[in-house]
């Protein structure tokens, strides 16, 4: 077995960090890939990018054996990272008779790192309420956890104490078969609302705007006529389709907290259908979001706009 270190990321690696992202995903039969240029572009260009949060182990040739990315994120609403939101962005190991060793070591020093800037609690791989890197070129979006292939993960997190706490699901809408709900409230609805398309669509949020600084942004809100009011916004993404080592043909939707009152839920179901029927007309392919399994009023209004089911993940979390 080669004897290897740790050290934090230079400039020079990104050729070694795109194989070792490949070679870890093949074992799962995963298409996700990281090229050099999507590293410099997606990942290292972000402005809360540290290079003491990103971890190789290298042999004393410096041949890169594996890495894990890890630092502080924010819950997407605009504030700023705190250690509440401490999480494992991502880990790449190379298949190896040592994986599992090279795995635990890399996972011992991210949390230690953590633990010395104060973090408490650690999540990984990302959730849809926090997720800085990697969201459109990790499996799930980076959004879900850990995907439910991805076994040599989900063995190396459970081996370092890190617990299973909140599955995921990814839902999927073909929008060639899209077929808006139609019945007599909604009828009702589109009498006395209107459904716009933002045309300033970049975020006022600092934190949103970076992580999805490598995408495109599209949000729709829907308008009261009377009194005109705005009473809901829901935003789209999906990778610029300049970057073509990754897919942008599938759009993804960030889901707000769906309304708990039955005729507020019918208009945000009337504003989910009017923007997806929009994407239809702009030949967009298929719309993807992600959704606990503890999430039923969403998943409920999902499966309702014709969604399924097409990949299960899992959240894990471990105190430090």
């Known amino acids: 077995m080669a004897v290897w270190t740790i050290r934090s990321f230079l400039n020079t690696d990104t050729p070694q960090l795109s194989k070792l992202w490949l ?9 996700s890939t990281c090229s050099v240029s999507v590293w410099d572009q997606c990942v290292l260009s972000k402005p809360f990018f540290d290079r003491d949060y990103l971890a190789l182990a290298v042999t004393n040739d410096n041949e890169a054996l594996g890495f894990i990315h890890f630092g502080f994120a924010s819950n997407l609403t605009g504030n700023r990272a705190s250690d509440a939101n401490t999480i494992l962005h991502s880990i790449c190991i190379s298949q190896s008779k ?4 090279i795995a635990a070591g890399l996972l011992r020093h ?3 790192t953590l633990k010395l800037q104060g973090a408490t609690h650690i999540t990984a791989l990302g959730t849809t309420e926090r997720s800085a890197f990697y969201l459109g070129i990790g499996d799930g979006d980076n959004l879900m956890g850990v995907v439910a292939r991805d076994a040599r993960t989900q063995r190396w997190l459970a081996h370092a104490g890190f617990l299973p706490t909140r599955p995921m699901e990814c839902w999927e809408l073909d929008l060639s078969s899209f077929r808006p709900p139609m019945d007599r409230l909604q009828i ?3 009498r006395t609302c209107t459904v716009g398309r933002l045309l300033d669509e970049d975020s006022n949020q600092w934190w949103l705007s970076s992580v999805l600084g490598h995408c495109e942004q599209v949000r729709f809100n829907l308008v009261l006529r009377s009194p005109p009011k705005v009473e809901n916004e829901i935003m789209f993404w999906y990778p610029d389709s300049t970057i073509s080592e990754i897919d942008s043909s599938v759009v993804r939707l960030w ?4 309304p708990a009152s039955e005729e507020a839920r019918e208009r945000f179901i009337y504003l989910m259908a009017e923007s997806l029927r929009q994407l239809q007309q702009e030949r967009k392919y298929a719309v ?3 959704a606990s399994a503890d999430q039923q009023p969403t998943i409920t209004l999902l499966l309702r706009l014709g969604f399924r089911s097409t990949e299960h993940g899992m959240v894990f979390t471990k105190n430090v």
């Open 255 to 258: 889901l707000p907290t769906v």
């Open 98 to 101: 040592d994986e599992d060793n």
């Open 288 to 290: 993807r979001t992600y």
């Open 23 to 31: 070679d870890h995903h093949s074992a799962f039969r995963s298409n």
């Open 110 to 112: 991210a949390q230690h």
């Open 188 to 190: 009702a609805i589109r």
